[in-house]
């Protein structure tokens, strides 16, 4: 039937403006406690530190989920439906982060810190099997793939990506053991692939 | 006289800001009670499960709304001044919808449940009722339709648009009866629509 | 000298994004009172018919100064670093709307009720003043039009444009006399200009 | 191997959206204080007017930084993977900038101010350090720029850069001795850079 075959450009649009809507709303989530005095504003600025450290692990990594679709969708050469509809999942993953971000800045440490590992995992080992299924779905029989998308690429990425989901879910696991260690995982594992990225994907 | 024929380009860019922030904003009504002691965060954060459920449907029948407004202008070559207000009073519905949603997440059981599904269904009837006025003006006398756009599938979309508002307007009158049954159908509706795109209009 | 010549199109993106944000997050401040009990809100949520009257009249106004700011940048070739400027300060009046949108609705009546006005209508009136700059820099000895752009036109737009900042300058200062009828006036002008624009200019 | 040589298009809409969310949140950080009675408001619209200077101060410099990497940009003719992670940390400080000014528009003045100011300058600081990285990578041998950049324009925009790191730390230490100063110093070098782009780059 005669359905215009669409192209990428404006799945980008939205797309994009979900990954910078969301990264960009974690700064609300960062602050200091209603009521602090001038007087201990110094210190109060320090003991959040974990809001810190939360903003920047989920900035990069909904950065680093940005690259990635943005890696993908340039090796595309069209969408359908069924894929704006995976797509809108993956996003509706994306935009669900900064909920996440914020329990977990205020209940690092302290009673609550495993409840709030977990859902903070689980958040991004969900995003991670999303993201399989954009990514699948997409090369089977190189349904949206551009002709001249080199094979040997497609390969390496799908390999690239195949752990993804299992080392989330590991670093979720974690939690049941030690919560802080389940989060900061998850900090080494954004410096990892942003890292990775920088340093092996050049060649 | 020369005004230049706008295409559809601009109205894009400004209107899928709109619905991303829309959707992404919907995450800052997804809270924890003020003042949850870490103890029972794990309790709290399963008895918050309606916002994440309002907040799911709210973000699919966003993103739904979204690839709809995609096809349709899909189709157009170009837009006129009054197409633009009828767009604005559109999206202006759309970025209304992270009230009643942060409503129905409150108020989902117990007093006040009527009028939150009667304020969540009304939101979602009158955005249906303005974008089939958006989708007729466009089409009256093919105005602003692209020369090449196939007469069978813009009757095929008109067709399929025309139960909708009749079909909100219903679930919303549902609240009377059972304010409950009404959310729910919503998500029904959504993922109905979600689904009917994905298998049906790929023949 | 060798400075690039810059085109309107990623003006026109950041623009989007600013004019789309600050429309859309007029919404996070549609709120019911913090402790309303469910018995009592479909109460509330009556009683706060001027925030959704706050809403819709800053939406729309917005969305006005989009489609002008659309509308005259498509009859630009090109912008210099003074005009980025002048649309900085003019997005600057452009985002700052949601601030005395929130003060007027809370204070649509009673006590306060003049100075929320006030503020109100002052914001708009600047943002007029800033916006009548941006065109004039503009078309001053043609500095940024297209060739092809019509001087008629043009003279047209000049023309439409230079009782703005003086209409909004008035009905701010009707809030001395009747606060209530100032507000209500910015409601009047909205209308007026999307009847206009989307009746008049049609021909 | 064959990656695909990435154009500097979608970086930009990505980070366009950053720029633009980050300004235009700032607004929600505008406020009157929760319980004004109405008597009072005029009163306190005008006693919060360092959150009106801070907002026009950290949407000015977001605004100049947006300019800077818009023209920067315009130069180059691609990215690489590790440029794009750059460039994500230079998003992840631009977007950190609502929450220094949130907290030095409440504390201005008064026991914190110190803290509060130190805060707003290191983030500047921290900021301008990265778009030196950002600017540096993409020249080191001409690595990413067009084959026709201008060598002199080059040239003559990293020496406008170079002291920019050394000014926001200057300003920021200033705020030992007075931390009211070194605030003000903000909005002066806002405003110089703006009036310096405006007035003398036009050349």
Redesign the interface.
Known sequence: ????V?TTA?L???S?????????????D???RAG???????HE?LRIWPSYAA??VS??TI??M??NH?TTL??MARV???F??IN?FL??MI?????PT??VAQ?FT???????AL?YGATFTVTAVFYSLFWRYAIAGRRLLRDDA?P??VGRISRSYRPGPYIYLGATLVAFASPQVSDILFGVIALFY?AE??LV???
């Not at 994009?16 to 609300?28: E, K, P, S």
């Not at 602090?36 to 110094?42: M, R």
């Not at 302290?110 to 709030?116: E, N």
């Open positions: 039937m005669a359905e215009r669409e404006r980008e649009t939205f994009d403006g979900v990954f910078a809507i969301a990264a960009t709303l974690l700064i609300l960062v602050n200091v602090t005095s001038g007087q201990a504003l110094g600025l903003y920047a900035f990069l950065g680093i940005w690259v943005h340039g090796l359908d439906r069924a704006l509809f809108i996003l509706m935009a669900f982060v900064p909920f914020r329990v209940h302290g009673a609550g810190d495993t409840a709030a859902l080199d040997s690429v942003a990225n920088v994907r050049q060649r």
